[in-house]
T-cell receptor, first 112, second 117 residues
Framework: GNSVTQMEGPVTLSEEAFLTINCTYTATGYPSLFWYVQYPGEGLQLLLKATKADDKGSNKGFEATYRKETTSFHLEKGSVQVSDSAVYFCALSTNTGNQFYFGTGTSLTVIP | GAVVSQHPSRVICKSGTSVKIECRSLDFQATTMFWYRQFPKKSLMLMATSNEGSKATYEQGVEKDKFLINHASLTLSTLTVTSAHPEDSSFYIC?????????????FGPGTRLTVL
């Protein structure tokens, strides 16, 4: 079956620290992989995506590389800011359908 | 970008009553809308997929008579929780798509927190 496993939070970092949020997946076929971010009181927003192995998605300083050999899509940012405080969801979608499979979400708090 | 709204953002109701949640696409026509449910510290789980003008497709284990979904127009879908019970308390999130539901084209609403007393 299809599933996403995401590191549990909450994660608390100081401003300018390096961020890694781990995400691994199980899927049949060749999924697309996503990171969504949910700021307080707002809906989920697409942060970045990758549709095939070795693709790197990037946006707003965040990066994630689709690693088929390790079935991973870890989210990284070199220097976090207070404004990055949010909940981050890893997700996959199979190419045969339109259903998302979400991880449990990781809450990130960045302190000045 | 595409904006999806939900109303209400929070609702508290008594056990046995029905609650309606609205999902609107504000600046695009949504041919497909999705309803998700999120339990505390759990993943979002897809409940159903609705296409404008047709019956919703429910995921396995979701009671269609309890969670009524209507997608009467290209900008509005509603989820009605009938005869609500405390175990229905949850965070409900909708998403909308104008590209036949392709994964990369879904836009999410802010969610509705339902508490059933």
């Amino acid at each position: 079956g299809n599933s996403v496993t995401q590191m549990e939070g909450p994660v608390t970092l100081s401003e300018e620290a390096f961020l890694t949020i781990n995400c691994t997946y199980t899927a049949t076929g060749y999924p697309s992989l996503f990171w969504y971010v949910q700021y307080p009181g707002e809906g989920l927003q697409l942060l970045l995506k990758a549709t095939k192995a070795d693709d790197k998605g990037s946006n707003k300083g965040f990066e994630a590389t689709y690693r088929k050999e390790t079935t991973s899509f870890h989210l990284e940012k070199g220097s976090v800011q207070v404004s990055d405080s949010a909940v981050y969801f890893c997700a996959l979608s199979t190419n045969t359908g339109n259903q998302f499979y979400f991880g449990t979400g990781t809450s990130l708090t960045v302190i000045p | 970008g595409a904006v999806v709204s939900q109303h209400p953002s929070r609702v508290i109701c008594k056990s046995g009553t029905s609650v309606k949640i609205e999902c609107r696409s504000l600046d695009f026509q949504a041919t497909t809308m999705f309803w998700y449910r999120q339990f505390p510290k759990k993943s979002l789980m897809l409940m159903a997929t609705s296409n404008e003008g047709s019956k919703a497709t429910y995921e396995q284990g979701v009671e269609k008579d309890k969670f009524l979904i209507n997608h009467a127009s290209l900008t509005l879908s509603t989820l009605t929780v009938t005869s609500a019970h405390p175990e229905d308390s949850s965070f409900y999130i909708c998403s909308a798509s104008n590209r036949g539901g392709l994964a990369s084209e879904q836009f999410f609403g802010p969610g509705t927190r339902l508490t059933v007393l």
